[in-house]
């Protein structure tokens, strides 16, 4: 696909402004990607589509304030940033039933849209609500304003009504017991909420999950989540600030955004905005404010920020305040342990194969999953310089990946695909598919030592050792943990854990949180013991490096012996 040069020109331009956040700026280049390469998967960025939705927003009004009664004007970063994209781009149609009538559709069905207060996130979605449900040409469209409580929900349509009726769909669209109808598409447009009277039974075409930091669940973006099935090109738009509380859907949501914007994740059909303060950014600087905040200078003046930013000195609550509500931080988030960066930049190369094993000498690591879940098995191989190759393989079973893939929001079958997770036939993972392939790297390599956590593997381990496989228990705790965790971090920083970016490695990195004891003694772990982030992979990577430690009794040091967590 060829684009003028100009859009080309200006997408690659807008990369580099320098009031934009790390991920706003991942976002922007994932659009010139795309634009460059995206043919290649079949997308399509259709300008005339984009500018529809556009022309349609700004035919609206003002309601409220100073503007009221004047048509609203999107700013630059609204139209190029978040409408132009999602309504823009578009992808093949493979639904047999439609695709002869409609062979391309929009590509994205979900947006993730998050950014402080007070930027026109409400004002925006009322308008992109307005037009799924009278200005798409989608017939007998159901469009859903959605929160916990109905009432809530109401804010974003109330607006949305109130612009309706000033404008030329005043008199094409009625109003009636809080719902929106046009007559002429069939098509309706109303508030909903988990105390509303019905959450089933909805064919969606739209929603708006309202300020999704504070729903206490996911269930009301599930409603409309599971509603999507019979369109073509439904639309789920998530509008939110930073929150107080990482143990939240929207958290959940935002970390699996962010790893489709660093490239740990792949999916074309979610779509996200994040402006946001980088981490280390300084709070009190004007500088990083419009990071944050896009509109500032627009619906947003610096004086009033400058005040706030004077009281959030001074008080605790004002602080926090200032932080989640103004400069879009979530407070209690986690740092993450190694960043994207360094990671990446230790891969070097394509992961190693069977043939680059020959004759080497390794170390492996292995957690066992229970039955149903994901088990992990990981190589190492000593290099010259004290560098180390990583060879991963991992296991599911196969019955349960397409479920797998829908709870956990990751593309399992996919992984499958490229052979970077082995199916197991069943809806049970047979641990013979894992022995196998242990076994088969022993004719190959010299495994020295194998180490497993003791959950779910004595028989495993008792049939390897009949194949003169060592294997040794290895402890999960911080005492065993400590050393090969904080060995990671060291190879990391040096490029010398050479594991050639293995998409499901490089995911379960992204999850990790590190966690200490009272002697500041350090393991991998995650957050919750129950969290659909997996980190299986990385534990079995430091029990090989633990099986190593152990083996050449080497004394590694180390510059942050001290304890104190680390973020790389």
């Known amino acids: 696909m060829i684009y003028p040069k100009e859009l080309l020109q200006k997408a690659k331009l807008r990369i580099n402004d320098k009031d934009i956040g790390k991920l706003l700026r991942l976002a922007r280049q994932r659009h010139y990607d795309d634009l460059l390469t995206g043919h290649e998967r079949g997308l399509w960025y259709d300008e005339v ?35 132009k994209p999602i309504f823009g781009w578009k992808k093949k149609n493979d639904d047999p039933l439609s ?32 037009y799924l449900a009278f200005g798409d040409r989608e017939q007998g469209a159901e469009v859903y304003a959605v929160a916990t409580k109905k009432d809530q929900a109401k804010i974003v349509w109330n607006d949305a009504e109130r612009m309706k009726n000033k404008c030329g769909l005043k008199g094409l669209v ?36 309202d300020e999704y930091h504070g729903h206490p669940d996911s269930g009301m973006f599930d409603v409309l989540r599971s509603g999507m099935g019979s369109r073509i090109q439904p639309l789920i738009m998530i509008i939110t600030t930073a929150g107080f509380s990482r143990v939240s859907p929207c958290y959940d949501e935002r970390e699996y955004a962010i790893k489709i914007l660093t490239g740990v994740l792949q999916n074309d059909n979610y779509f996200v905005f994040i402006a946001a303060l980088d981490e280390k950014d300084d709070p009190f600087d004007p500088k990083n404010w419009k990071k944050a905040n896009p509109n500032l200078g627009v619906s947003l003046n610096y004086k009033d920020f400058e005040a706030m930013s004077q009281e959030a000195r001074g008080k605790t609550t004002a602080y926090n305040n200032f932080l989640v509500k103004r400069l879009n931080v979530w407070t209690t988030a986690k740092e993450q342990w190694i960043s994207y960066e360094k990671w990446d930049a230790s891969a070097t190369a394509p992961q190693i194969t069977l043939e680059d094993m020959k004759g080497r000498s390794c170390y492996a690591g292995l957690d ?70 242990i076994i088969k790297i022993s004719e190959i390599a010299d495994i020295k030592e194998l180490a497993f956590d003791r959950y779910n593997a004595t028989q495993t381990t008792n049939n390897l050792a009949k194949h003169g496989i060592n294997a040794l228990p290895f402890g ?35 999850n990790v949180e590190i966690k200490s004891d009272s002697g500041g003694q350090i393991k991998i772990s995650k957050n919750d013991a129950r969290s659909i982030y997996r980190v299986d992979g990385m534990v079995s990577l430091a029990m090989a490096l633990g099986a190593y430690l152990a083996d050449t009794k080497e004394e590694t040091s180390s510059p942050y012996e001290s304890g104190e967590i680390r973020f790389i």
């Open 368 to 437: 066992l999953s229970s039955t149903t879940d994901l088990s992990a098995l990981v190589f190492i191989f000593p290099k010259e310089g004290g560098a180390f190759d990583v060879y991963c393989k991992f296991f599911m079973p196969e019955d349960t990946l397409a479920d797998r893939k829908n709870q956990d929001k990751v593309p399992y079958p996919e992984w499958v695909r490229d052979s970077l997770i082995i199916a197991t036939p069943g809806n049970v993972i047979d641990y013979d598919y894992i022995e196998s392939e």
């Open 476 to 510: 999960q705790g911080t005492a065993q943990m400590n050393a090969p965790t904080k060995l990671i971090e060291t190879l990391i920083l040096g490029k010398k854990l050479h594991h050639g970016a293995n998409k499901v490695l490089n995911w379960m990195c992204s």
């Open 174 to 209: 009625k109003t009636a017991y809080s719902t929106m109808t046009m007559d002429k598409l069939n098509s309706v447009f109303k508030p909903l909420g988990r105390d509303s009277d019905t959450e089933d039974g909805l064919n969606v075409h739209g929603g708006i999950v």
């Open 99 to 130: 695709m002869e009538r409609y062979p391309y559709v929009r590509r994205f069905n979900v947006a993730y849209n998050e950014v402080a207060r007070k930027n026109g996130k409400s004002t925006l979605a009322s308008g992109v609500g307005l």
């Open 49 to 83: 589509s984009a500018n529809k939705t556009v022309n349609f927003i700004e035919n609206l009004k003002h309601t409220k304030g100073i503007w009221a009664g004047t048509n609203i004007t999107l700013e630059e970063w609204q139209k190029e940033d978040i409408i």
